[in-house]
T-cell receptor
Framework: LAKTTQPISMDSYEGQEVNITCSHN???????ITWYQQFPSQGPRFIIQGYKTKVTNEVASLFIPADRKSSTLSLPRVSLSDTAVYYC?????????FGPGTRLSVLP | GAVVSQHPSWVICKSGTSVKIECRSLDFQATTMFWYRQFPKQSLMLMAT?????????EQGVEKDKFLINHASLTLSTLTVTSAHPEDSSFYIC??????????????FGPGTRLTVL
């Protein structure tokens, strides 16, 4: 299972764009990169998933370089309600391995 | 679509008693369900993988006789914490393997159950 490394915490202000980078140097050919968001005392919520290049949905964008050894989750114009823990996972089979995640704090 | 529920959302019990937590996929069938445990300020840790109609596969270090898992149907998996002790107090989260046709190996997570053992 590919291990991921991401910053433990980040601070941002409302209205700013936030980019969280995740390293996954030993990602396998069949692995996908998936990001989840978790609020306190709630289950993780799927944000976005991608294999290569760029993926965009209504809440975020995911940038994946050609070598796929890292990925960047981009949250446009964050609000206070985006304060949460964000997990980067490399998924190649059924088992999901959660790292410590990035604790994002959005300040007013 | 792809909603997973858990019941109860919060339970307090006395030490030595058993507690059952239910995980249901409400609008889809889940061949595989997963049980995680999360301690405060820590990440999710996979406890076991549950396949419908067969025995669960437990992660290393998880006592299968203490954490009984039953996956009797394609929409329901249960986790029973037997003879619970204060150190079992944690946030238990289930997920179900689903396919929405556009993503690969997506898991849908329940809202979690907070267990407090006195």
């Amino acid at each position: 299972l590919a291990k991921t490394t991401q910053p433990i915490s980040m601070d941002s202000y409302e209205g700013q764009e936030v980019n969280i980078t995740c390293s996954h140097n030993n990602i396998a050919t069949n692995d996908y990169i998936t990001w989840y968001q978790q609020f306190p005392s709630q289950g993780p919520r799927f944000i976005i998933q991608g294999y290569k290049t760029k993926v965009t949905n209504e809440v975020a964008s995911l940038f994946i370089p050609a070598d796929r050894k890292s990925s960047t989750l981009s949250l446009p114009r964050v609000s206070l309600s985006d304060t949460a823990v964000y997990y980067c996972l490399v998924v190649g089979g059924q088992n999901f391995v959660f790292g410590p995640g990035t604790r994002l704090s959005v300040l007013p | 679509g792809a909603v997973v529920s858990q019941h109860p959302s919060w339970v307090i019990c006395k030490s030595g008693t058993s507690v059952k937590i239910e995980c249901r996929s409400l609008d889809f069938q889940a061949t595989t369900m997963f049980w995680y445990r999360q301690f405060p300020k820590q990440s999710l840790m996979l406890m076991a993988t549950s396949n419908e109609g067969s025995k669960a596969t437990y992660e290393q270090g998880v006592e299968k006789d203490k954490f009984l898992i039953n996956h009797a149907s394609l929409t329901l998996s249960t986790l029973t914490v037997t003879s619970a002790h204060p150190e079992d107090s944690s946030f238990y989260i289930c997920s179900a393997d689903g396919d929405r046709g556009t993503t690969y190996n997506e898991q849908f997570f329940g809202p979690g159950t907070r267990l407090t053992v006195l």
